[in-house]
């Protein structure tokens, strides 16, 4: 089936006149998959429309946020309510506390948290307070893991880097990441020997606790336990990147479901239902030491807006009022899109592997295992953009890239999981 895509079309070419590639985020360009990237108008539930009246099945959900679906209801309503006050003060609101206590209240290890606008911000500013902290300069990260665009992150970073098939960026100098140092994910004794190495000098360990950014790849066992005892024993932070896990695996995100607690955690996403936010926290005693009250300085005029606020709290008070049938149903739901799909891969011979946990997943274009980038890097990417297109004209939206995890959201039916596995036999037969 074809789609007709001429006012998508018409409007890319208007935004490439306007904006850089046309896009304001890289990976929307479809560079990686190819086609028309549509534009989409409108969300409902499980569901997006482009400006061509197409309608897809989306398995990208604004790319993690939307758990509930699109234009929950609560979640709209309490954005109205809000914008009916005012859309922005640059001055507290009580609501930012009332926020504050829900997370707090889901993550044992955070005692104090301060919200900024997005999760490169909150990563940029937990990495502060760690050298602040510790009188430390070199950090410590994981191939294939992505922390957000500041410069010292984006050294061997997943996501639309891992897409584009750039190493970093340009406009970053070598002095900039420096004190970075990138050890492949999974792998206990390149930790072992980084300590090794630069004994008393490594200020924290950052990680995806669930890679989302090399596409969805699981620690192994004992792995983040290994992390806490090592940072622990040698007076290094370890903090938890939950800006994609924070109450998507779990409530409590993967400090929850792997019973570990980091010295800092790092959030977005679903605590923005849907509006661009961002929170770092950790034990009182660390977060005092950012301003007012202490020497780290962090601030941001629309830190706390209140739309997000409200539309955080809205989400959160829908997560926590069903907390175990929820994630309970969605692992179910997604268990059976993952079977079923990885399922017609095997009947129409295509090498195809998948990892999930809870809600979020990818289905991987090779026969290994993927459990760092090293395996990720083995996928088809071709394959996977012929897959990705033929889904695409089927009515299903996946992310455009390999390597970039998928989502489901509370508001997917059982319906749309056996339409989408009818539409990837389909497509992969078609392989």
């Known amino acids: 089936m074809s789609r007709n895509l001429d006012q998508s079309r018409s409007l890319q070419k208007r935004a490439e006149k306007l904006i ?49 679906g699109h234009a929950a209801p609560e979640v709209i309503e309490a954005i109205v309510q809000a914008a009916r006050n005012g ?43 760690a050298r602040a902290a510790t009188g430390r300069k070199i950090i410590v990260k994981f191939e294939g893991c992505y922390h957000g665009h500041s410069d010292a992150l984006l050294v061997k970073a997943g996501s639309g ?24 994910y999974n792998d206990v004794p390149a930790v072992v020997a980084a300590f090794d190495k630069f004994k008393g000098q490594l200020a924290c360990v950052i990680v995806e606790p669930v890679v989302g950014n090399m596409g969805c790849v699981l620690p192994t066992p004992g792995y983040l336990a290994a992390l806490r005892l090592i940072t622990a024993r040698e007076g290094t932070l370890l903090i938890f990147d939950e800006v994609m896990t924070g109450f998507r695996v779990a409530f409590g995100g993967a400090s929850e479901l792997y019973n ?18 961002g929170a770092y926290g950790g ?16 601030a941001g005029t629309l830190s706390g807006n209140p739309l997000a606020m409200a539309a955080g709290i809205a989400t959160l008070c829908q997560l926590k009022a069903n907390r175990q049938g929820f994630y309970k149903q969605l692992d179910e739901m997604a268990g059976n899109l993952v079977a079923g799909v990885t399922l017609a891969a095997k009947e129409a011979g295509i090498a195809m592997t998948a990892n999930r946990v809870g809600s979020m997943f990818t289905f991987f274009f090779t026969d290994r295992q993927v459990t760092d980038w090293q395996s990720a890097s083995t996928c088809d990417t071709v394959k996977f953009g012929r897959f990705h297109g033929a889904l695409l004209d089927a009515g299903v939206w996946l992310p455009p890239s390999q390597f970039e995890a998928a989502f489901l ?9 056996e339409d989408t596995i009818a539409a990837a036999r389909e497509a992969l037969a078609l392989l």
Do not use: C
């Open 283 to 298: 034990p009182a005693k660390l977060m005092d030491m950012v301003a007012p009250v202490g020497p780290v300085y962090q």
């Open 409 to 417: 959201s509370a508001a997917h039916t059982q319906g749309d999981i």
């Open 260 to 277: 570990i607690k980091p010295d800092l955690t790092t959030l977005g996403k679903i605590i923005g239902g849907g509006l661009p936010v």
């Open 20 to 68: 850089p590639g046309g896009v304001n985020s890289p990976v929307r360009a479809f560079g990686s998959v190819g086609g028309d990237p549509p534009f989409l108008v409108r969300g409902q539930g499980a569901h997006v429309w482009d400006a061509d009246g197409n309608r897809y099945i989306d398995y990208v959900g604004s790319w993690g946020p939307l758990i509930l």
């Open 87 to 129: 859309t922005s003060f640059g001055a507290s609101t009580p609501t930012e506390a009332d926020l504050a206590a829900l997370v707090i209240d889901a993550f044992p290890a955070i005692e104090k948290v301060r919200f900024v606008s997005s999760g490169t911000e909150a990563t940029m500013s937990a990495i502060r307070l």
């Open 161 to 184: 880097v891992a897409t584009l098939g750039i190493p970093g960026s340009a406009g970053v100098p070598e002095e900039f990441v420096a004190f970075t140092l990138a050890l492949p």
